[in-house]
């Protein structure tokens, strides 16, 4: 019977549960179940921001400030107006609280008779006066709706005690008849004392003021919504026209305000320096046109009178369309940071996400849509919550990848340059670029004449071990470890990567590498015949550096003048009885005080001398200044200078380095170089 290929969905089935099994792998259940917690978290905070305390000031400030930027600026409104107790007020009855209620009923009985639409009163008579029989009458003589102010202990503690509140309601039992009735003056504010949103109001309140004042609910009996504050067009216009209320009680003066009282609402209220102040979305800022930080309780509800007055209700984003966005945020921090990309790519991306979450609520209060509640700061931390979270586990499984990467590609490429290729696979391009670099060639002095002598077992043995060392000392100095010819190194600094202190880790590694041979004739087996020094050359200038070869076979190299002259550096150590030969061009950007001047040659093959110093970290740096003058003052045409070098020579009898340089000095006069044969 012949066989039948499985369904498409048993393949996309076997395809994810292969998928979940390599991830899971990868970065082993701790891990994994680490990344969901914290994408779960991640998405939590996106949604639910404005009830996290550590979070929320942040949300606040934030829709304050998007508050406070788009309030409709407006021109004076002639449907509202405030009469208020001054400070000025205080000082002239001598009253403070209680206020002056002898001065209230005279002002309504002309607000009165000037015909406005309603009269709202902010002031809660809790405690008693003398005057209160002429108020009361007052109250219950009132054509105009006149709606007094009423408070409970139960909704609003930190404005009235038990026994006001008795009091305040026996006061209203007496005054509240005909078209004088309570109304509720309780405003909400958030956990940082602002108010921002219409207050909720118990069933057993009287009716809302504003809503009292207007005569209709118009839905905003129910409404939590934001307040919409105002802003003025003008600073002299303010939103609302505001009169001291000395000017009604006494009738010459109030006749003339008739036309601002007609068929208006009038509030009133006090405005005191100290007393009934309100932070609102314009504190933080200021209002955006006067500059004012707090507003009076009365101001307040003018404003959201005005806003039942326009039945301005902003659209309200649903509950199911945040939590589509906290999705939405969750899956862009995920996707942003398994992007493989170059990293002003990645850059940018973060950059326009980041703007578009800060930006979005701005613009969406611009369209008069209702952002209180919006987690726009919880947006920010929940996409970077789930980049950080995505990243490193991107990380644990890409640094597996790339040591698998790594280790293939360091069969036939330095390490360096191994890592630099995974960063970017464009470099594995056969290309060549100029760079300066420090170049540094080694030799094992004798080592031919010693593969002679020995067997071909022993000789790969000594040198396989030689190259291990050596190359052990390029890489812990940064270095490129170019190629193995024979018995040299090839190595070099400032490619691919380039740092501030190659020149440094150059020299250092040269003397090292010297070290390094050193202690490898030391420790050769018994009986293998003495092995030679190991010499090098360092120099720094121009070469060509890139990957070279053929689509089969690359190589990651240097070539160029400046390698040839290191090459050479390193075979003039034989000739001038050094180990270590460094050049003007390196020894000066090396950044170290360890060298001794070794002369001015000319190398084989080369027209242009070249001045070359010799590392000697055991000489006092006194000794070696004296050494430098000696010389400089040798390529001046000072004849007495190889006489004061004489001494020495005799003090570092040892040294033939120190010898080959007087007889070099000897032989040349001033401004000559000693040309090699």
Same mark, same amino acid.
């Given at each position: 019977?012949?066989?039948?290929?499985?369904?498409? @969905?048993?393949?996309? =089935?076997?395809?994810?549960?292969?998928?979940?099994?390599?991830?899971?792998?990868?970065?082993?259940?701790?891990?994994?179940? &680490?990344?969901? $917690?914290?994408? &779960?978290?991640?998405?939590?905070?996106?949604?639910?921001?404005?009830?996290?305390?550590?979070?929320?000031?942040?949300?606040?400030?934030?829709?304050?400030?998007?508050?406070?930027?788009?309030?409709?600026?407006?021109?004076?409104?002639?449907?509202?107006?405030?009469?208020?107790?001054?400070?000025?007020?205080?000082?002239?009855?001598?009253?403070?609280?209680?206020?002056?209620?002898?001065?209230?009923?005279?002002?309504?009985?002309? /607000?009165?008779?000037?015909?406005?639409? @309603?009269?709202?009163?902010?002031?809660?008579?809790?405690?008693?006066?003398?005057?209160?029989?002429?108020?009361?009458?007052?109250?219950?003589?009132?054509?105009?709706?006149?709606? $007094?102010?009423?408070?409970?202990?139960?909704?609003?503690?930190?404005?009235?005690?038990?026994?006001?509140?008795?009091?305040?309601?026996?006061?209203?039992?007496?005054?509240?008849?005909?078209?004088?009735?309570?109304?509720?003056?309780?405003?909400?504010?958030?956990?940082?004392?602002?108010?921002?949103?219409?207050?909720?109001?118990?069933?057993?309140?009287?009716?809302?003021?504003? /809503?009292?004042?207007?005569?209709?609910?118009?839905?905003?009996?129910?409404?939590?919504?934001?307040?919409?504050?105002?802003?003025?067009?003008?600073?002299?216009?303010?939103?609302?026209?505001?009169?001291?209320?000395?000017?009604?009680?006494?009738?010459?003066? &109030?006749?003339?305000?008739?036309?601002?009282? =007609?068929?208006?609402?009038?509030?009133?209220?006090?405005?005191?320096?100290?007393?009934?102040?309100?932070?609102?979305?314009?504190?933080?800022?200021?209002?955006?046109?006067?500059?004012?930080?707090?507003? /009076?309780?009365?101001?307040? %509800?003018?404003?959201?009178? =005005?806003?039942?007055?326009?039945?301005?209700?902003?659209?309200?984003?649903?509950?199911?369309?945040?939590?589509?966005?906290?999705?939405?945020?969750?899956?862009?921090?995920?996707?942003?940071?398994?992007?493989?990309?170059? #990293?002003?790519?990645?850059?940018?991306?973060?950059?326009?996400?980041?703007?578009?979450?800060? #930006?979005?609520?701005?613009?969406?209060?611009?369209?008069?849509?209702?952002?209180?509640?919006?987690?726009?700061?919880?947006?920010?931390?929940?996409?970077?919550?789930?980049?950080?979270?995505?990243?490193?586990?991107?990380?644990?499984?890409?640094?597996?990848?790339?040591?698998?990467?790594?280790?293939?590609?360091?069969?036939?490429?330095?390490?360096?340059?191994? @890592?630099?290729?995974?960063?970017?696979?464009?470099?594995?391009?056969?290309?060549?670029?100029?760079?300066?670099?420090?170049?540094?060639?080694?030799?094992?002095?004798?080592?031919?004449?010693?593969? %002679?002598?020995?067997?071909?077992?022993?000789?790969?043995?000594?040198?396989?071990?030689?190259?291990?060392?050596?190359?052990?000392?390029?890489?812990?100095?940064?270095?490129?470890?170019?190629?193995?010819?024979?018995? =040299?190194?090839?190595?070099?600094?400032?490619?691919?990567? @380039?740092?501030?202190?190659?020149?440094?880790?150059?020299?250092?590694?040269?003397?090292?590498?010297?070290?390094?041979?050193?202690?490898?004739?030391?420790?050769?087996?018994?009986?293998?015949?003495?092995?030679?020094?190991?010499?090098?050359?360092? %120099?720094?200038?121009?070469?060509?550096?890139?990957?070279?070869?053929? !689509?089969?076979?690359?190589?990651?190299?240097?070539?160029?003048?400046?390698?040839?002259?290191?090459?050479?550096?390193?075979?003039?150590?034989?000739?001038?009885?050094?180990?270590?030969?460094?050049?003007?061009?390196?020894? !000066?950007?090396?950044?170290?005080?360890?060298?001794?001047?070794?002369?001015?040659?000319?190398?084989?093959?080369?027209?242009?001398?070249?001045?070359?110093? !010799?590392?000697?970290?055991?000489?006092?740096?006194?000794?070696?200044?004296?050494?430098?003058?000696?010389?400089?003052?040798?390529?001046?045409?000072?004849?007495?200078?190889?006489?004061?070098?004489?001494?020495?020579?005799?003090?570092?009898?040892?040294?033939?380095?120190?010898?080959?340089?007087?007889?070099?000095?000897?032989?040349?006069?001033?401004?000559?170089?000693?040309?090699?044969?």
């Amino acid at each position: 019977m012949a066989s039948q290929s499985a369904p498409p @969905s048993a393949n996309q =089935a076997s395809t994810v549960d292969r998928t979940a099994r390599q991830l899971l792998s990868q970065l082993g259940p701790i891990r994994l179940l &680490a990344t969901i $917690i914290f994408l &779960a978290l991640a998405m939590l905070i996106a949604r639910f921001a404005w009830d996290i305390p550590l979070l929320r000031d942040a949300e606040s400030a934030l829709y304050d400030i998007r508050a406070a930027n788009f309030a409709p600026r407006v021109p004076q409104d002639e449907r509202i107006v405030m009469v208020v107790y001054t400070d000025q007020t205080l000082r002239d009855t001598g009253q403070r609280s209680p206020v002056d209620r002898t001065i209230l009923a005279k002002a309504l009985q002309n /607000i009165d008779a000037m015909q406005p639409k @309603s009269i709202g009163i902010d002031i809660l008579f809790d405690q008693p006066q003398d005057d209160d029989p002429l108020l009361q009458e007052t109250f219950q003589t009132m054509h105009t709706p006149t709606h $007094i102010a009423y408070a409970s202990v139960d909704t609003n503690a930190e404005a009235i005690r038990f026994e006001q509140q008795e009091f305040l309601e026996a006061y209203l039992a007496e005054a509240a008849t005909g078209n004088s009735v309570p109304t509720s003056i309780r405003l909400e504010t958030d956990s940082d004392n602002v108010v921002r949103r219409w207050p909720e109001q118990p069933a057993e309140l009287p009716p809302f003021f504003s /809503i009292a004042l207007a005569g209709e609910a118009r839905g905003f009996d129910s409404y939590r919504g934001p307040i919409i504050f105002r802003a003025p067009e003008a600073v002299d216009r303010p939103v609302f026209a505001k009169f001291p209320i000395d000017l009604f009680a006494d009738p010459a003066t &109030a006749e003339f305000l008739a036309d601002q009282i =007609a068929g208006r609402h009038v509030l009133i209220g006090g405005d005191f320096v100290d007393f009934d102040q309100f932070d609102t979305p314009f504190t933080r800022t200021g209002d955006p046109v006067t500059g004012v930080t707090t507003m /009076i309780g009365l101001e307040v %509800h003018a404003h959201m009178l =005005a806003q039942l007055l326009d039945n301005a209700k902003p659209a309200t984003i649903p509950g199911w369309v945040l939590w589509l966005a906290a999705l939405l945020v969750v899956i862009a921090g995920a996707l942003t940071a398994l992007v493989n990309a170059r #990293a002003w790519v990645i850059a940018l991306l973060l950059i326009f996400q980041l703007a578009l979450l800060v #930006a979005l609520p701005f613009w969406l209060e611009s369209m008069n849509v209702h952002t209180l509640g919006l987690p726009s700061f919880g947006w920010a931390i929940g996409w970077l919550m789930t980049y950080a979270s995505v990243s490193a586990s991107a990380r644990v499984i890409g640094s597996k990848q790339r040591a698998f990467a790594q280790g293939a590609l360091g069969k036939y490429l330095p390490k360096s340059v191994a @890592s630099e290729i995974l960063k970017d696979p464009e470099k594995l391009a056969l290309h060549g670029e100029k760079r300066e670099i420090f170049c540094v060639f080694t030799d094992l002095e004798g080592f031919t004449k010693l593969s %002679h002598a020995i067997e071909p077992e022993m000789v790969a043995q000594l040198l396989n071990d030689y190259l291990d060392r050596l190359a052990a000392v390029v890489l812990e100095y940064g270095g490129t470890l170019d190629k193995f010819v024979g018995d =040299a190194v090839v190595a070099f600094w400032g490619a691919p990567i @380039s740092y501030a202190d190659d020149g440094e880790r150059a020299a250092r590694a040269a003397y090292a590498m010297y070290e390094a041979g050193e202690a490898f004739r030391k420790s050769a087996p018994p009986g293998t015949p003495p092995i030679g020094r190991t010499r090098v050359g360092m %120099h720094f200038g121009e070469a060509i550096v890139g990957n070279f070869g053929g !689509e089969g076979r690359i190589q990651y190299t240097a070539f160029g003048d400046s390698m040839n002259t290191a090459a050479r550096l390193e075979a003039a150590n034989k000739a001038l009885d050094t180990t270590v030969l460094v050049s003007r061009e390196a020894a !000066e950007r090396s950044g170290l005080d360890w060298y001794r001047p070794m002369g001015t040659i000319t190398l084989r093959g080369r027209s242009t001398p070249v001045e070359v110093y !010799e590392p000697v970290p055991e000489w006092e740096p006194q000794e070696r200044a004296v050494l430098a003058n000696i010389v400089t003052a040798h390529a001046k045409g000072d004849g007495d200078a190889v006489s004061r070098l004489t001494d020495i020579v005799a003090k570092w009898s040892e040294d033939n380095a120190l010898s080959n340089l007087k007889q070099r000095l000897q032989a040349t006069g001033k401004g000559e170089s000693y040309v090699l044969g």
